[in-house]
C-alpha cells in the first residue's frame, strides 16, 4: 500500500477534515527565515553590543537572550537616527520597554514573508498544501505564509484574541504565539513566555474541541518542540487515560528527514 493511501485509509476513519498544526520548519524552508538564533543575532546587530554577550546575560536561553537585547535596544531605539523611521511609523505600538525589539522582529518578517521560494519543487510543494481539504490551522509562526496560501481564512492574533472571539473551528487561522502585523502581539521574551505559559491551560480548553473533533497534522516541529509537548501536555490534563488514547491517534507528526530516500510511516507516541 502506498503512503497516500495509507494516509486517506487512516482518515477515513475521522468525520472531520483535518486541522494543521504548523511550526517554523515551514518558514524556514519557505521563505528562509532564520532560527531563533539567527534571528537574536541579527537583532543584537542592532545595537552596540555583540550577540555573545547576550548569550551570555541570557544564560543561552533564547527568550532571556531576547529579554537582555530588548533592554539595550529600547534606549537606542528612542535615541538613536537610524531608527527615526520605525518610531514615526510605529511609536504607537512602542507600550513598553521591550516593544522596539518586537516592532524590529516584525519589520523583517514582515519583509521576509514576501520572499517566497521560486524553486520550482518547492512552489509544488505549497501548491499541493494550497489544495489541501482542512478545516483549519493553529500556528506559533509570525509570518504571513499561511495567509498567502489561505486567503480566505479568518485570523486571529495571540491568546488574548483567541480566548475571548466567537470562534467557528472551520476556515480560521490560529497564530497563538502573534503575528508581524501586531508587534507587541510577538512572543518573544522571557515575560511574554512567562504570560504565555501561564495560561496554557485556558488555551488548551480553547483548543480541546478541536484536537478530539479533527485529525491534526504537525507540520515543521520535531518530537522534543516545546511549544508543541507543552499545549498537549495541558490538553491531555483534561482527559481520561482512554480519552487519551483516543487523541493520540487523531496526532499526525510530518518530520522531515533529508537522508532517507523513501517515505514512512512509524508509530510514534507525541503525547505521553
Not at 97 to 118: F, G, M, W
Not at 145 to 173: C, H, M, N, R, W
Not at 197 to 215: C, G, Q
Request: aromatic share 10%.
Amino acid at each position: 500500500m502506498s503512503l497516500k493511501s495509507k494516509i486517506i485509509e487512516h482518515l477515513s476513519q475521522f468525520h472531520t477534515a483535518p486541522f494543521l498544526f504548523v511550526g517554523s520548519g515551514l518558514p524556514r524552508r519557505y521563505l528562509e527565515i532564520d532560527d531563533w538564533t539567527g534571528l537574536l543575532k541579527r537583532m543584537s546587530a542592532l545595537t552596540d553590543r555583540p550577540y555573545e554577550y547576550y548569550r551570555a546575560s541570557g544564560d543561552g536561553k533564547e527568550p532571556q537572550i531576547a529579554t537582555e537585547i530588548a533592554k539595550d535596544l529600547h534606549l537606542k531605539w528612542w535615541d538613536s537616527n537610524e531608527f527615526a523611521e520605525s518610531r514615526e511609523n510605529f511609536k504607537a505600538e512602542a507600550i513598553n520597554k521591550e516593544s522596539a525589539l518586537k516592532i524590529e522582529i516584525a519589520k523583517l518578517i514582515d519583509k521576509q514573508s514576501e520572499c517566497i521560494t521560486k524553486q520550482p519543487d518547492l512552489q509544488k510543494e505549497l501548491e499541493t498544501l494550497q489544495n489541501a481539504t482542512i478545516d483549519g490551522i493553529i500556528t506559533t509562526n509570525w509570518d504571513l505564509l499561511l495567509e498567502d496560501l489561505f486567503p480566505d481564512y479568518k485570523k486571529f492574533i495571540g491568546q488574548e484574541e483567541l480566548l475571548f472571539s466567537s470562534t467557528q473551528a472551520v476556515g480560521e487561522i490560529y497564530k497563538i504565539h502573534g503575528c508581524c502585523t501586531s508587534p507587541n502581539s510577538l512572543i518573544v521574551t522571557a515575560n511574554d513566555y512567562e504570560s504565555y505559559h501561564s495560561r496554557n491551560p485556558y488555551l488548551a480548553a480553547k483548543l480541546l474541541t478541536i484536537f478530539v473533533e479533527h485529525p491534526i497534522f504537525f507540520l515543521g516541529y520535531s518530537l522534543s518542540d516545546p511549544n508543541v509537548s507543552q499545549i498537549l501536555g495541558s490538553i491531555a490534563s483534561c482527559l481520561t487515560s482512554n480519552n487519551i488514547d483516543q487523541l493520540r491517534d487523531r496526532l499526525i507528526l510530518v518530520r522531515w528527514a533529508p537522508e532517507r530516500s523513501v517515505f514512512q510511516i512509524n508509530d510514534t507516541n507525541i503525547i505521553t
